[in-house]
């Protein structure tokens, strides 16, 4: 039966619940190996299996997943979808519908239904594992591995979008951070938006590259409810100081002129050593394709102090102050010892925003939108 009950910790007598934490102490000292060889083979069947997680994590599966959590995605991997009562029967021991609740809110479990309760993956519950719990738990060479698994699977599940770009078609449904957006850009999609949540950034989480910003995902709608929602100008906040901090802005720029009120889809403040689109991207050949450039910067030579913060904030050398001459001009050319490649320009627009000098526009590409 479903019963409304306090957790389970509180129901026990003082001494009980110490003699509890204790247990819980040692389980956690326990060499992992030894944690992993006292799953019950089943379980590790439906983890390495259905759910999807890779071997090499069953040690520290413990962190990621509580035991009645484990006996459920084992009935579900087998089962393929459970009532909430044969869930319960399941875990063989009276649960509140608040277990099933946090399962879903941890990325576990999915509720298509109030009545059902369907399997979710190892790569749901690991981001929001990574956003908000425990990530900086694992052994460092844990976290490498995890992350190294968790860009190759995001390239392989989006490979074949990428190879559709490459023949010439338009992004698909569902290739998120399809297009670099300017500043600008960016903020009248936040006008367009019913609702904006702020969410931790999941690739600065997971990858360690770099230290900018991570509470900087603007959200439209609000997954597993995890999300802060927050006002239309806080956003807009969210996204300068983004922009200040040398954050390009990625997401679904949509056609010219559309005003069709926003309930999905989310704008990115990405770097380039942590991006999994802009990992991806390289990684299969479609660097300018995904995400997509749209603009290409023209610098004003008139206007240029040649201070070089534009070599500073491009994510991808495309700017460069070269030895001698910094700060200084010369007559109808480009400042002394400052450098552009517009082959490497991916029109991200952080050179303008970032020019004291008002030097730099960003000029739109041909079929740029």
Same mark, same amino acid.
């Given at each position: 039966m479903i019963v409304d009950e306090p957790r389970h910790e509180a129901t026990l007598k %003082?001494?009980?619940? #110490?003699?509890a934490r204790d247990q819980d102490v040692r389980e956690a000292k326990l060499d992992p190996d030894v944690r992993e060889a006292r799953l019950d083979p089943d379980v590790r069947e439906a983890l @390495? !299996?259905?759910?999807?997680?890779p071997a090499f994590v069953l040690p520290w599966i413990d962190r990621l997943l509580e035991p009645d959590e484990l006996l459920l995605v084992a009935a579900l991997a087998a089962a393929g979808m459970l009532t909430v009562p044969a869930a319960v029967a399941v875990l063989g021991r009276p649960v509140s519908l608040e277990f099933f609740e946090r399962a879903v809110r941890r990325g576990i479990i999915d509720r298509p239904t109030p009545e059902v309760v369907v399997l979710s993956d190892f790569a749901s519950r690991l981001e929001i594992w990574t956003l908000f719990e425990g990530w900086k738990d694992l052994p460092d060479d844990v976290r490498r591995a995890l992350a190294d698994w968790q860009l190759a699977r995001y390239i392989d599940e989006k490979r074949s979008q990428v190879e559709a770009l490459l023949a010439g078609e338009q992004p698909q449904p569902g290739l998120e951070n399809a297009?670099?957006?300017l500043l600008a850009e960016a #903020?009248?999609?936040?006008? *367009?938006? #019913?609702h904006v949540y702020l969410w931790p950034c999941d690739c600065r989480a997971v990858m360690e590259r770099c230290r900018k910003p991570s509470l900087v995902c603007l959200r439209f709608d609000n997954q597993?409810?995890? !999300?802060?929602?927050?006002s239309h100008e806080r956003a807009v906040a969210v996204l300068r100081d983004a922009d200040r901090h040398g954050l390009m802005h990625t997401g679904e720029v949509g056609a010219a002129g559309d005003q069709t009120p926003l309930t999905a889809g989310a704008i990115c403040n990405c770097c380039a050593d942590c991006c999994f689109p802009q990992l991806a991207g390289q990684a299969l050949g479609a660097t300018r394709l995904w995400p997509r450039a749209r603009y290409v910067a023209a610098l004003d030579a008139a206007l240029c102090g !040649?201070? !070089? *913060?534009c070599a500073r904030r491009c994510p991808f050398g495309a700017f460069v102050v070269e030895p001698g001459g910094r700060g200084q001009k010369s007559a109808g050319h480009l400042p002394l010892g400052v450098a552009f490649d517009k082959e490497l320009c991916r029109g991200c627009g952080l050179c303008a @925003?970032?020019? %004291?000098?008002g030097a730099i526009a960003m000029a739109l590409l041909t079929g740029g939108r």
């Amino acid at each position: 039966m479903i019963v409304d009950e306090p957790r389970h910790e509180a129901t026990l007598k %003082p001494d009980t619940r #110490e003699a509890a934490r204790d247990q819980d102490v040692r389980e956690a000292k326990l060499d992992p190996d030894v944690r992993e060889a006292r799953l019950d083979p089943d379980v590790r069947e439906a983890l @390495t !299996g259905v759910f999807g997680a890779p071997a090499f994590v069953l040690p520290w599966i413990d962190r990621l997943l509580e035991p009645d959590e484990l006996l459920l995605v084992a009935a579900l991997a087998a089962a393929g979808m459970l009532t909430v009562p044969a869930a319960v029967a399941v875990l063989g021991r009276p649960v509140s519908l608040e277990f099933f609740e946090r399962a879903v809110r941890r990325g576990i479990i999915d509720r298509p239904t109030p009545e059902v309760v369907v399997l979710s993956d190892f790569a749901s519950r690991l981001e929001i594992w990574t956003l908000f719990e425990g990530w900086k738990d694992l052994p460092d060479d844990v976290r490498r591995a995890l992350a190294d698994w968790q860009l190759a699977r995001y390239i392989d599940e989006k490979r074949s979008q990428v190879e559709a770009l490459l023949a010439g078609e338009q992004p698909q449904p569902g290739l998120e951070n399809a297009e670099y957006l300017l500043l600008a850009e960016a #903020e009248a999609l936040i006008a *367009r938006a #019913e609702h904006v949540y702020l969410w931790p950034c999941d690739c600065r989480a997971v990858m360690e590259r770099c230290r900018k910003p991570s509470l900087v995902c603007l959200r439209f709608d609000n997954q597993r409810g995890l !999300g802060w929602e927050i006002s239309h100008e806080r956003a807009v906040a969210v996204l300068r100081d983004a922009d200040r901090h040398g954050l390009m802005h990625t997401g679904e720029v949509g056609a010219a002129g559309d005003q069709t009120p926003l309930t999905a889809g989310a704008i990115c403040n990405c770097c380039a050593d942590c991006c999994f689109p802009q990992l991806a991207g390289q990684a299969l050949g479609a660097t300018r394709l995904w995400p997509r450039a749209r603009y290409v910067a023209a610098l004003d030579a008139a206007l240029c102090g !040649g201070c !070089g *913060r534009c070599a500073r904030r491009c994510p991808f050398g495309a700017f460069v102050v070269e030895p001698g001459g910094r700060g200084q001009k010369s007559a109808g050319h480009l400042p002394l010892g400052v450098a552009f490649d517009k082959e490497l320009c991916r029109g991200c627009g952080l050179c303008a @925003t970032g020019c %004291p000098d008002g030097a730099i526009a960003m000029a739109l590409l041909t079929g740029g939108r």
